[in-house]
Structures are given as structure tokens and as C-alpha cells.
């Protein structure tokens, strides 16, 4: 089992900055892919950034958050980090961490593929 525990979430204006942390404990070992997903009221789960680490480590962003937020991941601290920049009222979701044992199938956007998922942190950008 891992346990993923989310924090950083909060309310910010639009053009505004937050940092969301997923700190990864239990059997973190073999831990493939870290990454978050994310729910806004009345849709479904869309994925928002991974960071895969497989011969080397490789980031993947979705293309609504191209260019705005970085992922990334600390090794020895079993942490995932996601820095979101210039924030829009479209960005306003519950974001969730998730991690998933090494596989090719599903596809690391496709939130079925992850085997451990954290409760989930509420993001709310204000216009």
C-alpha cells in the first residue's frame, strides 16, 4: 500500500501563484509515475501533469497547463511537487496525486492506470 497526502491547495486571484505537495509513504518503492489529475464540479477527472521516471525522468503536462505549472519529483523524499503559475478561474478544481506501479497500459493521462490516489486538495482562482 502508499499513502499520498496532499497539501497546498487555497484560494488565489487569477494571475496568482500556489504550490501543491504530495508527500508518498508506505511501500513507495517501485513507484513509476507521480502525477496529478484534477476535478472541477459536474466533470470528469482530467489529468494535469506527470513526471515518469523510467531510464531517466521524463515530464508531461496538459496542454491547459503547457507552459504554466511545473511538476516535479524529489527521490529521497518520496515528494511531488506541482508549481502553479498564472492561474485562471478554469483552473479551479479539487486536485488530486496519484502514483502507479510501472506499466505501458493505460496511458499515464488516463487516471485509470494509477493504482494510489491522495484525498484530494480544493484550488479556487477567483477572477
Known amino acids: 500500500q502508499v499513502q499520498l497526502v496532499e497539501s497546498g491547495g487555497g484560494s488565489v486571484q487569477a494571475g496568482g501563484s500556489l504550490t501543491l505537495s504530495c ?3 508506505g511501500r513507495t518503492l ?3 509515475t507521480m502525477g496529478w489529475f484534477r476535478q472541477a464540479p459536474g466533470k470528469d ?5 506527470a ?5 531517466g525522468t521524463s515530464t508531461h503536462y496538459a496542454d491547459s497547463v503547457k507552459g504554466r505549472f511545473i511538476i516535479s519529483r524529489d527521490f529521497t523524499k518520496n515528494t511531488v511537487t506541482l508549481q502553479m503559475n498564472s492561474l ?3 483552473d ?3 486536485y488530486y496525486c496519484a502514483v502507479r506501479r510501472p506499466k505501458t497500459d493505460p496511458s499515464y493521462y488516463d487516471y485509470v492506470g494509477y493504482d494510489y490516489w491522495g484525498q484530494g486538495t480544493q484550488v479556487t482562482i477567483s477572477s
Not at 477527472?45 to 501533469?49: L, M
Not at 513526471?51 to 531510464?55: E, F, Q, R
Request: zero cysteines; glycine letters at 0%.
Open 88 to 90: 485562471k478561474p478554469d
Open 45 to 49: 477527472r482530467e489529468f494535469v501533469a
Open 23 to 25: 508527500a508518498a509513504s
Open 30 to 32: 517501485n513507484i513509476h
Open 92 to 94: 479551479t478544481a479539487v
Open 51 to 55: 513526471v515518469i521516471s523510467w531510464s
